[in-house]
């Protein structure tokens, strides 16, 4: 054997090996594009249930916030109409009841025998440290005080 024909079968033997280690990648390959292609089809199915699902929902919360906009609405409605009657009272009962309890005041103090505005007289209290002291405790602490 020459040294060509060594040179020869080294080279054939190392296509070969070259060869294997290619084929063995492109089967692992294969499996791969094979397990990505089921891997999205599982989830194309999964996912269009899932979006039609997702879609009723949105059409449900649309209704849903189109009756609440129609409640607001009538609410509003209603508040402006109470206030409109509020005010309506109050403009046509509120002078003559003003009258009413001026003059029920009047004969009130007129029977009660007071001729003057001599508001009446008012319990005097002391404020210590943010609370108030009744008269009679406050008696007390001054006769206490000039004891001592």
Do not use: H
């Not at 020459?2 to 280690?21: C, D, K, M, T, Y």
């Amino acid at each position: 054997m020459s040294g060509g024909e060594v040179a020869g079968i080294l080279v054939a033997v190392f296509w070969a090996i070259l060869v294997s280690f290619l084929a063995v990648a492109l089967v692992r390959l294969a499996q791969t594009l094979r397990a990505t292609t089921k891997l999205v089809a599982d989830v194309t199915e999964q996912a269009v249930p899932l979006l039609a699902d997702a879609s009723a929902a949105v059409r449900s919360a649309q209704t849903q916030i189109d009756r609440v906009d129609a409640i607001a609405s009538d609410v509003q409605e209603v508040t402006s109409n109470a206030s409109a009657l509020s005010s309506t009272v109050a403009s046509t009962f509120g002078g003559p009841l003003v009258k009413v309890a001026a003059f029920g005041y009047g004969v009130r103090r007129a029977i009660g025998g007071r001729g003057k505005d001599v508001p009446a007289k008012q319990t005097r209290r002391t404020v210590i440290v943010g609370r108030t002291v009744p008269e009679s405790r406050r008696a007390k602490r001054a006769n206490r005080n000039k004891r001592d």
